[in-house]
């Protein structure tokens, strides 16, 4: 009688007792928490292994998505042709939640991207930088394509390159962003200083003999 009050409460909140036919986690959550209620209030048995598997499926659920997420990388090359690097740091970014969805897709252009510190040095502003509106939400919930977004950056570092930059006349860029393990996007910024057209030509010389080489040897394996 017991395990059939708790197929009657499962079926009510349109989850079952078999594998879990709803994608929302939160859901689940609250389903639990009813159950657990239920089963203090009321003596229900509560099917432990069937709240295990749930949780299983959900971290499984959870695993995928971080993986897909993972291996998403937008690269900068222009700013290795026209910049050479001198320091890279790390930073995290504040994003919309549809900033982050158009990411998702595909939808960044860090091609003319540029960073800026501020008036007291303590903090950088990544400027110019391409995020296409997301297709799935209206234009009034949409966000600023070149929108300024702070990034999340240690004083002392930001200190340290906005007196490089006006003492020396050099520039920050952003040259790569990615998902990293945990999902959380990531902007890896460096401090440049311009390149003049000599430094070009044996950059690009460089470049197309590293590809010849590796199209060599392609060759020769077969």
């Not at 971290?59 to 690097?85: C, H, P, Q, W």
């Not at 004083?155 to 020396?168: C, E, F, G, N, Y």
Request: hydrophobic letters at 35%.
């Amino acid at each position: 009688m017991r395990s059939r009050s708790i197929k009657d409460l499962s079926a009510t909140l349109g989850c079952g007792v078999g594998p879990i036919q709803h994608n929302n986690k939160w859901f689940h959550l609250v389903l639990l928490l009813v159950v657990l209620t239920l089963s203090e209030t009321s003596g229900f048995v509560i099917p432990v292994n069937n709240l295990s598997r749930q949780h299983e499926q959900l971290t499984s659920l959870a695993a995928k998505k971080k993986k897909k997420n993972a291996g998403m990388t937008f690269d900068n090359r222009v700013a290795y042709r026209n910049y050479e690097i001198v320091e890279k740091i790390e930073a995290g970014i504040s994003l919309l939640g549809t900033e982050v969805k158009s990411i998702r897709d595909g939808k960044l252009n860090l091609r003319d991207g540029y960073v800026r510190t501020s008036y007291d040095g303590r903090s950088c502003v990544l400027h110019n930088v391409h995020i296409g509106k997301y297709s799935g939400s209206g234009a009034y919930f949409n966000h600023e394509e070149l929108r300024p977004r702070p990034l999340l950056v240690h004083k002392a570092q930001a200190l340290k390159w906005a007196q490089q930059v006006d003492r020396s006349g050099m520039t920050i860029v952003p040259i790569k962003a990615y998902f990293n393990e945990d999902s959380l996007f990531k902007v890896q910024i460096a401090l440049c200083k311009g390149k003049n057209v000599r430094d070009k030509r044996e950059t690009i010389k460089q470049r197309d003999e590293k590809r010849e080489t590796s199209r060599i040897i392609k060759s020769f394996r077969l």
